[in-house]
């Protein structure tokens, strides 16, 4: 991964694939720049803080000009590292995980599940999605450091023993999908998408904030 980017924060870093994913669009529609109200109004980010994360990129926008849409492209792709493929493990070839492998990550950005593994001999040595489908013994064997990043979509009793031997093997994220909170070493980065509890949590706002957006 690309580590001479200089440093951005958390919050920043989350949004900008979203910010990558509408400049492309604008690119392929033949928009040569854009306003922080425009992209405002794209992507439901208040432009004040679209402009305070563009400082950090040093895409500077000027006054009824905006921003320059290659000049963002080009610093988002390498920053999001586009340039070149980053190849992912996904565990437990369950419903959300058959869902992810029949899904084409690289429509919108360049990440691609090159493996998965399971533990259900009905699914072990099949194509799932055109990915192959190993065994979790084989976990040690097939895992190479050309993988950095594993999605977890097994039952959550599993997912702790899984991060264990990924973390052994060299994992850099882990996309947790499970209900299971893992324990990881500092260096290991975990995102955590409980997908019952977002639901919940947006059932929840429906009822309680009915006048706000309820975005975050
Ligand atoms: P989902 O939760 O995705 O809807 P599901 O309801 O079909 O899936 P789960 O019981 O959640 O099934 O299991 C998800 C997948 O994880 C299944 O394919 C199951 O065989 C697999 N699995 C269960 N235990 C393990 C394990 N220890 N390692 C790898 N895969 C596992």
């Not at 586009?82 to 029949?102: H, K, M, P, R």
């Not at 919108?108 to 072990?124: C, E, G, H, L, P």
């Amino acid at each position: 991964m690309n580590n001479e980017q200089p440093k951005i924060p958390q919050a920043t870093a989350k949004r900008l694939p979203l910010y990558y994913r509408f400049l492309k669009n604008l690119h392929a529609s033949g928009k040569q720049r854009v306003s922080s109200a425009e992209l405002s109004e794209a992507v439901k980010v208040d432009p004040a803080t679209i402009r305070r994360d563009f400082s950090y990129f040093g895409a500077l926008g000027k006054k009824g000009y905006g921003y320059n849409v290659n000049y963002l492209l080009s610093f988002f792709r390498k920053t999001l590292d586009q340039d070149e493929i980053t190849e992912v493990a996904l565990f437990g070839v369950g419903n959300l995980g058959t869902a992810f492998l029949n899904y084409n990550f690289m429509k919108n950005n360049n990440t691609k599940i090159v493996m998965a593994f399971d533990v259900d001999q009905k699914k072990v040595g099949k194509e799932v999605g055109g990915v192959p489908v190993y065994h979790l013994d084989e976990l040690e064997n097939r895992l190479h450091e050309g993988i950095p990043v594993a999605i977890l979509t097994v039952p959550a009793p599993a997912a702790q023993w899984i991060t264990d031997r990924l973390v052994q093997k060299g994992i850099k994220g882990i996309l947790n999908f499970t209900p299971a909170r893992l324990n990881v070493p500092k260096h290991i980065c975990v995102h955590h998408i409980d997908l019952a509890v977002e639901l919940q949590s947006l059932v929840y706002f429906l009822k309680n904030y009915p006048a706000d957006k309820g975005e975050n």
